[in-house]
């Protein structure tokens, strides 16, 4: 369960770097922010790129650098969208899972504050996996 402070912390965080999003093809800003098991926050924004599929995803490109970072898993994410709250993606839940929990919270937000919360188990149940001792959902 994420205090009301930590969810402040990553949802400054995811904010502070949403002007870094390169949205020219979709204009769809997104930045995310994920809290890793040691209580870091990493944060991460979309990038898009004119061969569409090279494309990617905020919670992509924080998860990564959590991980670059030493990161084992993610506790907590953030999503915060230029068009409203909305949900990650199919490709961003299975790579969220490799490294969460089913009761990993996962907070939509807009600029003005947190719309939702939920959990990967409800976003993603019965997520693929093939690491038996594997933290994931």
Do not use: W
Not at 31 to 59: K, Q, W, Y
């Amino acid at each position: 369960m994420l205090s009301s402070d930590q969810k402040r912390e990553l949802f400054e965080k995811a904010k502070s770097v949403l002007e870094n999003s390169y949205a020219p093809y979709s204009g769809v800003h997104v930045a995310s922010a994920v809290r890793d098991d040691r209580g870091r926050i990493f944060t991460g924004v979309n990038v898009e790129n004119a061969s569409f599929g090279l494309t990617i995803c905020a919670e992509r490109t924080a998860v990564t650098g959590a991980v670059a970072q030493g990161a084992k898993g993610i506790e907590a994410v953030l999503i915060m969208s230029s068009i409203g709250a909305i949900p990650p993606c199919g490709a961003c839940r299975q790579f969220i899972a490799e490294f969460a929990e089913e009761s990993t919270p996962v907070l939509l937000a807009t600029q003005d504050g947190i719309e939702s919360e939920t959990t990967m188990g409800e976003l993603f149940p019965m997520a693929f996996g093939l690491r038996q001792s594997k933290k994931g959902c």
